[in-house]
């Protein structure tokens, strides 16, 4: 079946007609329609038609008017200020397009599948092996999988890319003690938990530190294994696989615990580029996008240069012939461009690391690997914050553990969710306490723009007041209830009905869902979709209270469209908070 054409669709094209017969030479011109306060929608496009014409714009705009069909979907339009065109949708309209996107057995709501997708590589959720994961891992984590839901969902193909920290100098340190200590990792049961495992690694990553430190023949003996590791001698490799293997299962759990999908073939860490290394170099050098520069293999840049005024080089090999972040990730590109046959490569990666990736990806682009057809991002992160406002640290000034973060956020909603609980068991209280708690977390993240820090507060994310995940929660669970309780009456439209004012309002939000999704998918801005949905909780939470759709029981027919609008709403949501990531529990 094909995507149902959206209200601001069909207006767009009743207004291109009036527009080119009234103005030949304006064919194909667009109208610039938005929604607005001052009408259902507004056109703004004549101003700058009638300049380019040499036409006073009312007047113009008044021509187009008097050629603009009214009827079946546009009620009435006028002149407004120096040609503005105030638009406003028949009340049939509304409904009859509602319920074709809610006949529609595709269940995409109007979302249209794009024409000619790409493919995107996106590189997110990038854990390092054999150390715990941080509230600065979490933003990465769910930003990532919110944009490769929406990109997913609007047809583009995506390429998932985990790229783990599981390569560099420490693992000679442990990769030596181990071998020492080869007993340190053996589990007392089949089943070992993420956080056996990360206590196991924590425990090891300790003793090796201090033996490190105090024993000069032991730091001999690892940093020679860092030359092993590299040179890929099998004992050594093997003993490196048993870290990410040990590492892999804490990751899992905790992408568990946040509800995401992390798949072990999407996982290809540092160490996957391992073997392309040396011919990035050749390629960088031989090109000339790369020069030696006191032994190390640099890529300089005019307007990138440190406050002495010297430029600032991106080193790709150091002067040692070891290999850095920049070597890897040039390595990348080269597979994501020319194995993987990406056109977009997306980074969702800290601010932080701005200055690092603009050197990476004109290097590539010099190099030829990017160009008009191959593009790269970074979709840049801010800062997760306490409530004073600085950088999230325990009390004692440490980095907060992801886990612990997590478990207290789902304490809190448990508590909430109990405390609202009906006819729930304590296994269901804990089942939506950990929905709640994680969609909370989730939800303030997503609903703040990725480039801007915000501050964490527990008490406001598990808030059913706000705007807060709870509260849409809350707002889908309602209609559910109502939807139980309507006995014989079955959700039906009816467009032939008068629209009340707050229905005419949730009606034409519910109608712009495939322009948000479209817009937040394209431009990475999954904070839109959350701002969206806030508002059309909003909205329904208006209509609920004006508009009674069991009690008092209005006539059949009028409880019939109301409870369609309530199920078209649920869906929405539902749709909505998933491409969030977030859960939609049936009963709060």
């Known amino acids: 079946m094909a995507s149902v054409t959206s209200l601001s669709d069909n207006v767009q094209q009743h207004l291109a007609s009036a527009l080119s017969a009234t103005l030949p030479e304006a064919a194909g011109a667009d109208p610039l329609l938005r929604r607005s306060d001052r009408a259902d929608f507004q056109a703004n496009g004549i101003l700058a038609l009638a300049k380019k014409a040499k036409a006073n714009p009312r007047e113009l705009a008044a021509q187009v008017v008097s050629r603009v069909v009214t009827g079946d979907v546009i009620r009435d339009v006028e002149v407004s200020g120096p040609g503005f065109l105030n638009i406003t949708i028949a009340d049939k309209a509304i409904t009859g397009n509602l319920a074709a996107r809610y006949a529609d057995e595709t269940g995409r709501l109007g979302v249209p599948l794009a024409e000619h997708p790409g493919t995107t590589v996106i590189d997110y959720a990038q854990p390092n092996v054999a150390k715990e994961m941080h509230v600065g891992h979490l933003r990465s984590a769910v930003i990532g999988d919110s944009v490769v839901q929406l990109l997913e969902f609007t047809g583009e193909n995506v390429v998932r890319r985990h790229h783990i920290g599981d390569w560099g100098t420490q693992f000679g340190m442990l990769i030596q ?294 509260y849409l929660q809350y707002a889908y669970a309602r209609i559910q209830s109502i939807l139980r309780k309507a006995g014989e009456v079955s959700p039906a439209a009816h467009p032939e009905l008068d629209l009340h004012e707050a229905e005419r309002a949730l009606g034409l939000h519910l109608d712009s869902f495939a322009e948000t999704v479209r817009e937040a998918a394209t431009e990475y801005a999954p904070h839109k979709l959350a701002a969206y949905l806030y508002q059309l909780a909003s909205l329904y939470t208006s209509f609920y209270d004006k508009c009674p759709v069991i009690k008092p029981a209005p006539p059949k027919d009028i409880a019939e469209n109301r409870l369609f609008l309530c199920d078209l709403t649920a869906r929405t949501l539902h749709q909505g908070m998933a491409l969030l990531g977030i859960r939609t529990p049936e009963k709060l």
């Open 177 to 470: 003690y181990l071998d020492e200590h080869p007993h340190e990792l053996d589990h007392k049961d089949a089943q070992v938990t993420g956080e056996e495992a990360m206590s196991n690694l924590d425990r090891l990553y300790k003793a090796a530190r201090k033996k490190f430190d105090a024993d000069e023949e032991f730091k001999t003996r690892a940093r020679r294994r860092v030359v092993d590791l590299q040179a890929g001698d099998a004992h050594t490799l093997a003993m490196w696989q048993k870290f990410v293997d040990e590492s892999k299962i804490y990751f899992f759990s905790v992408f568990e615990k946040l509800d995401m999908e992390i798949r072990d073939a999407d996982i290809v860490g540092e160490s996957g580029y391992n073997d392309m290394l040396a011919e990035t170099c050749r390629l960088l050098e031989e090109s000339g996008v790369a020069v030696r520069s006191e032994g190390a293999l640099c890529v300089f840049f005019d307007d990138i240069k440190g406050p002495d005024g010297n430029p600032v080089p991106l080193i790709v090999q150091k002067s040692d012939g070891g290999y850095g972040y920049a070597a890897t990730d040039l390595s990348a590109i080269r597979d994501r461009v020319f194995n993987l046959k990406a056109n977009t490569l997306l980074y969702v990666v800290d601010a932080r690391q701005a200055l690092h990736f603009r050197m990476v990806f004109e290097t590539a682009r010099r190099a030829g690997w990017l160009n008009d057809d191959v593009t790269a991002v970074q979709l840049a992160f801010g800062t997760v914050l306490g409530k004073d406002g600085k950088p999230f640290k325990t009390r004692e000034g440490e980095t907060v553990r992801l886990v612990d973060l997590l478990d207290e956020a789902i304490e809190r909603a448990s508590a909430v969710v109990r405390e609202k609980a009906q006819d729930l068991s304590e296994e269901e209280i804990a089942e939506r306490g950990a929905q709640v708690g994680i969609g909370a977390v989730k939800y303030a993240d997503l609903s703040t723009s990725a480039n801007r820090d915000y501050k964490f507060d527990l008490d406001q994310m598990v808030s059913l007041n706000g705007d807060t995940s709870v």
